[in-house]
């Protein structure tokens, strides 16, 4: 599913912890942008499978997962199959100023870009922040993961402020490429006081539990 080597910026040591987490996500970024479409559609079909493993989402009435960016592992396969089940799925929506919400997902077909750089948005009702409450798992997008179980995002912190509204030991699951989990005692990710971190990790290899 992957060839790719493990980026990691040894050049930038010594940089404050923002400008070193920028080298990672422009790294890992560079290594995306050369993932051919074969390549990603046959880690999407293998990450819904592996993801459909995960213990917690045997009892799961509602997930929240995402629509994902051309780059990022693709969630489609994923959707549908968690769709198939009967489970009622909440997707991230931008309101105005940035703010936090969630929509349920109708269908690939309902998807669209609302605009440039943004990931697929349902045209469903935005149901605010507080919605996350109501996932008995969520699926979070990551450049990167640590066994630890730090997170690397996108920079815009938006998942951090997010999982702030999800119920308390609500099993957390980051999906990434198998080359983007990192090992915390030899090449720990860069992390702030803020950051969240997830409780497994999903690869089109396997799940791994991080955090009992």
């Known amino acids: 599913m992957s060839s790719a080597a493990q980026p990691y ?6 940089l404050e912890t923002r400008e070193l987490k920028e080298a ?14 074969r390549r990603r ?12 493993t995960v213990p917690d989402l045997a009892t799961a009435r509602c997930v929240a997962v995402y629509a994902a960016r051309p780059t990022e592992p693709d969630t489609g396969p994923l959707l549908e ?20 919400e969630w929509a349920e997902y109708a269908g690939a077909d309902d998807l669209r870009q609302r605009a440039p750089g943004r990931p697929p948005e349902p045209s469903t009702p935005p149901l605010g922040a507080q919605a996350l409450a109501e996932a008995d798992l969520i699926v979070a997008p990551a450049l990167a993961v640590d066994t ?11 998942y951090d402020r997010a999982l702030a509204h999800a119920r308390p030991g609500v099993h957390v699951v980051a999906l990434v490429f198998p080359e983007e989990v990192y090992d915390a005692t030899t090449h720990p990710l860069p992390t702030e006081p803020h950051d969240l971190g997830v409780d497994s990790v999903a690869t089109p290899a396997g799940w791994t539990l991080l955090r009992p």
């Open 148 to 158: 630890s179980g730090a997170r690397l995002g996108q920079g815009g912190g938006w």
């Open 9 to 14: 910026p040894h050049a930038y040591e010594g």
């Open 81 to 100: 199959a968690l769709a198939a089940r009967g489970i009622r799925l909440l997707i991230p929506v931008l309101g105005s100023g940035l703010q936090r």
């Open 24 to 37: 990672f996500r422009a790294a890992i970024r560079d290594v995306r942008s050369t993932r051919s479409p």
């Open 41 to 52: 559609a046959e880690a999407a079909r293998a990450l819904a499978e592996v993801v459909e």
